[in-house]
């Protein structure tokens, strides 16, 4: 029986940037993970997003594969994805998404992202639009926290240039409650950790995400992790364990079905695809040197979704 993971709550709205910040640092030491709440995304937003998505995912499959994901952008169906590309099953997971790419209005990035029809879903573009820009300044607000967290200027991760046009990916995710499968065990994603810097993930209430804090321990250990209303998971990604040298940890983690239909938003902060990720200098030491040799952020990302999709970044 998995027990429920106690994370700790993080306020974003606080005065006490230090305080917070040390909050920040402990729980990315422990667990990878955290809730944030107070992210000023605005409650009502939040619930038309859910609204929203609710109904694209509701479309006949055929209107659905109109916007099949093109430059990682648009719709992934049921099973097109495996999250964890050494499970043993052939079937990828029992889930449904879509994802948003950086929207127009940005000096060098054209906006690659596909839109269901105004004629079928009138506000639907608005309102992801809305949510993507709310999601990105409270993304920002953790970075400069975690910055603060391992003692760098706050503003440490805007002057290396890694946000000058963040690779921030807006992803709706359904998890279809009624799905059996007779022979093997299909998760709803499978264990992974995340790419880039961090994630922001919101649920419609329906728990099934659960985080192994030991990897390598074997049987692994699962410990669910409760949505609290409202609240953003959030939760540091692999290259900001890179960065960190392992400090910060990018934690495995992976949905199980739970028999009710389920229905998430994550939001993944990834640096600007020129980036070069490299360890921090606070971060090594003569007996601790760096694990990982620099990396162009984007290159890391391509290679990660190479081994997810057979079809990569396509
Ligand atoms: O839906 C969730 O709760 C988690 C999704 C997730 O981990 C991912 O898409 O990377
Ligand atoms: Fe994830």
Redesign the pocket.
């Known amino acids: 029986m998995e027990s429920a993971l106690q994370l700790p709550i993080i306020d974003l709205s606080s005065q006490d940037r230090n305080a917070t910040a040390l909050s920040v640092r402990q729980a990315c030491l422990d667990y990878g993970f955290f809730y944030l709440i107070n992210h000023g995304v605005e409650e009502t937003l939040l619930e038309r997003v859910f609204d929203e998505s609710r109904k694209f995912f509701s479309l006949p499959v055929e209107e659905k594969m109109k916007l099949v994901r093109k430059e990682h952008r648009g719709y992934t169906a049921l099973y097109a994805e495996k999250?964890d590309p050494t499970a043993s099953t052939d079937k990828g997971d029992a889930k449904e998404s879509y994802y948003i790419g950086p929207l127009a209005g940005n000096a060098t990035e054209n906006d690659l992202n596909q839109w269901p029809s105004r004629e079928q879903l009138p506000s639907w573009r608005a309102t992801m639009e809305s949510f993507y820009k709310q999601a990105l300044l409270a993304g920002r607000q953790v970075i400069s926290l975690l910055a603060l967290a391992l003692n760098l200027d706050e503003n440490y991760f805007e002057k290396i240039g890694a946000l000058d046009n963040p690779a921030a990916f807006l992803?709706l995710?359904h998890?279809p409650g009624d799905l059996r499968s007779l022979d093997e065990e299909i998760l709803?994603?499978s264990a992974?950790s995340?790419y880039g810097m961090i994630?922001l993930?919101v649920?419609n209430g329906i728990s099934?995400?659960q985080v192994c804090k030991e990897k390598s321990d074997r049987p692994q250990v699962w410990e669910d992790v409760i949505p609290i209303d409202k609240a953003f998971i959030v939760n540091v990604g692999d290259l900001m364990e890179r960065w960190t040298n392992c400090l910060f940890r990018s934690t495995l983690?992976r949905?199980i079905p739970v028999g009710e239909e389920?229905y998430?938003v994550?939001f993944f902060l990834d640096p600007n695809e020129d980036c070069v990720v490299e360890c921090l200098q606070s971060c090594c030491t003569e007996s601790s040197p760096p694990r990982y040799p620099p990396i162009r952020s984007m290159d890391y990302l391509k290679e990660r979704l190479r081994l997810t999709y057979e079809d990569g970044f396509a």
């Open positions: 999250l992803r995710l998890y709803g994603a992974h995340d994630t993930l649920t099934g995400l983690h949905v389920r998430s994550a």
